[in-house]
């Protein structure tokens, strides 16, 4: 545990730069050799918008990486948060911490973002997309990237997370990102089995679906028991039968266009269309 504490708590740049590039270059290769859908567009044109949003995501989180380190250095060094209320192995705090902060920062924002009107405006932009591929998961709005870091933070100072936590639950949230919105196709009974535990991809495309109420189910980041606790889980039996994107933002010159992209969250809102419903839903 202590070469874990150490690697994580000083984690080397190439490092992480290896599994947010080394996961799209993984995961696009496969997506050719073993898709999901079979997708009729400029895949390098799609991967180009939705890099563009990848890169703003790592200028802001770098730009705020300040305030998240010194959030844990504080909580750290006054031993304030849950973490502490007993005294825990490093592996125990490691679990704990790491089940947490995909609860608080995660989660619970992913959901919040579904119900706060001006919160979802933000979060549409990667609903938007018609095309769910490696290249999605990082496919958000500047504006929702600066309140999904203030509620890492918020989740850093509940949990008393130290840095070397915080980098490991991080590394593995971007991997996750990748392998939940990879356009792949997993077995269905490995999808399944592994969906008791762990977000998995053919669980996540359900979340991508145009409309409600699949839209607002499977919020899940890395462990997928959140949503089985909380009711907010939902299958599908048939996933071909899925549809990307949001209902009210079909036209390609709204979802496919990265001025109007930037632009969405200060636009009027829109109401979903009537909430549509279907037997190939079986909640659990």
Same mark, same amino acid.
């Given at each position: 545990?202590?070469?874990?504490?150490?690697?994580?708590?000083?984690?080397?740049?190439?490092?992480?730069?290896?599994?947010? @590039?080394?996961?799209?270059?993984?995961? %696009?290769?496969?997506?050719?050799?073993?898709?999901?859908?079979?997708?009729?567009?400029?895949?390098?044109?799609?991967?180009?918008?939705?890099?563009?949003?990848?890169?703003?995501?790592?200028? @802001?989180?770098?730009?705020?990486?300040?305030?998240?380190?010194?959030?844990?250095?504080?909580?750290?060094?006054?031993?304030?948060?849950?973490?502490?209320?007993?005294?825990?192995?490093?592996?125990?705090?490691?679990?704990?911490?790491?089940?947490?902060?995909?609860?608080?920062?995660?989660?619970?924002?992913?959901? &919040?973002?579904?119900?706060?009107?001006?919160?979802?405006?933000?979060?549409?932009?990667?609903?938007?997309?018609? &095309?769910?591929?490696?290249?999605?998961?990082?496919?958000?709005?500047?504006?929702?990237?600066?309140?999904?870091?203030?509620?890492?933070?918020?989740?850093?100072?509940?949990?008393?997370?130290?840095? %070397?936590?915080?980098?490991?639950?991080?590394?593995?949230?971007?991997?996750?990102?990748? @392998?939940?919105?990879?356009?792949?196709?997993?077995?269905?009974?490995?999808?399944?089995?592994?969906? %008791?535990?762990?977000?998995?991809?053919?669980?996540?495309?359900?979340?991508?679906?145009?409309?409600?109420?699949?839209?607002?189910?499977?919020?899940?980041?890395?462990?997928?028991? %959140?949503?089985?606790?909380?009711? &907010?889980?939902?299958?599908?039996?048939?996933?071909?039968?899925?549809?990307?994107?949001?209902?009210?933002?079909?036209?390609?010159?709204?979802?496919?266009?990265?001025?109007?992209?930037?632009?969405?969250?200060?636009?009027?809102?829109? &109401?979903?269309?009537?909430?549509?419903?279907?037997?190939? @839903?079986?909640?659990?």
């Amino acid at each position: 545990m202590e070469s874990i504490v150490n690697f994580f708590g000083d984690i080397p740049t190439p490092f992480r730069a290896g599994i947010l @590039i080394g996961g799209i270059v993984l995961f %696009w290769v496969l997506e050719g050799t073993l898709p999901l859908f079979q997708f009729q567009y400029k895949k390098v044109r799609h991967a180009g918008i939705n890099l563009f949003f990848t890169l703003t995501t790592m200028i @802001i989180g770098f730009s705020l990486a300040a305030a998240l380190l010194a959030a844990s250095n504080y909580v750290s060094d006054k031993q304030f948060g849950l973490l502490y209320l007993v005294d825990l192995p490093l592996w125990a705090q490691l679990v704990v911490g790491v089940l947490l902060l995909d609860l608080i920062g995660a989660y619970f924002v992913h959901w &919040t973002e579904h119900k706060v009107k001006w919160m979802w405006k933000f979060h549409l932009v990667h609903h938007t997309d018609t &095309t769910v591929d490696v290249t999605t998961g990082l496919r958000h709005h500047p504006g929702e990237t600066v309140f999904r870091i203030g509620f890492t933070i918020l989740a850093v100072i509940i949990v008393g997370a130290p840095m %070397w936590i915080i980098m490991f639950y991080q590394s593995m949230s971007v991997l996750f990102a990748h @392998i939940t919105h990879a356009n792949i196709n997993m077995p269905k009974s490995v999808d399944r089995a592994l969906s %008791w535990v762990f977000i998995t991809p053919l669980m996540h495309k359900v979340h991508h679906h145009y409309q409600q109420p699949l839209t607002d189910t499977n919020y899940g980041n890395i462990f997928s028991f %959140w949503d089985r606790i909380f009711g &907010t889980f939902a299958q599908v039996e048939d996933t071909t039968a899925l549809k990307y994107g949001v209902d009210t933002h079909m036209d390609p010159k709204e979802n496919d266009e990265m001025g109007n992209l930037l632009k969405i969250p200060f636009q009027p809102y829109r &109401t979903p269309e009537d909430v549509v419903t279907t037997d190939r @839903i079986s909640s659990i």
